[in-house]
């Protein structure tokens, strides 16, 4: 962050609306990667290696595949609940982390990232922001994993014509505890990506920044702390995001019970006794794909945000 953005003291309020601005823009270009995630790690659900014939042999197979069968729209899927989902868990998470770092409750006298703190604020901060935002990471997912053709599906399809009529569908059988279905699943691996990102993307923010070549150019000094940043959270967070995944695309029964997956220890169990080490790291090419890029534009789009901010204030 440039020296004339620190003297500005931004309300939680602004931090959040940036946040989430930043969020929804990164967003839009990395959708596409996200759909490509899920059908991977959908691809071949609770079936031993060597089974089955993959559908999707990699990330770039399954880019080709699902755009020469469903168009750019399939590459879309989900774009609007996605972007709200990005709305509420990056408004709140960055914007909790910005005002703590600015507020100095994150960093010492040397303006050095007190990593315990950093780490318990991003990751209870994101917690909060993925249960707030269930419902649209959940209507996302379905969406994500289901296609327009049946030779290319994988996992669950649970045959929404819309997102509208996801979110119709789910409160029409059990109201709001539909919508909320399984809202905890998402908090391990929100805790540990938040945690990691935010206190990776500050520690080598401070490595960085007594360069002069970073120290002279903010936005490369954000590009390089970014994309560190990004792939950590896509190495380490991987098998937490494919347990989400399943959890959040199931089917259920009448009763609203995961007809594959009792609860969250359960899928655990279930993919790694099944599908081993490399079901829970299924698609970790194209997640670091869209988590590193994800990273790097939401910060980069902070960055010039604030910016302007700073501007049309002074």
Known sequence: ?????????????VEYLIGATAAMGAGLFTNPIDVIKVRLQMQGELLRQGTYKPLYKSTFH???VIASHEGIAGLQSGILSALAFQAVLNGIKVGVYKSARSRGITVDENEQTIVSRTILISGISGCFGSVLGSPFY????????QSAEKSITTGYQHQHTSEWAAYKSHWQKAGIFGLYRQCFVNTPRIFNSAAIQLTTLSIVGDWLKPIKTFSENPVLLTFCSALVS?????????????????LYNQGTDSSGKGLLYRSYFDAYYKIFKIEGFIGLYKGVFSTWMRIGPHTVLCFCFYEQLERIYCLVVK
């Open 1 to 13: 962050m440039s020296k004339n953005t620190k003297e500005v003291k931004k309300p939680v309020l």
């Open 62 to 64: 399954a880019a080709y």
């Open 138 to 145: 959940m209507v996302k997912t379905q969406m994500q994993s």
């Open 230 to 246: 990004g792939t950590c959270v896509a190495i380490f967070m991987q098998p937490f995001d494919v347990i989400s995944i399943r």
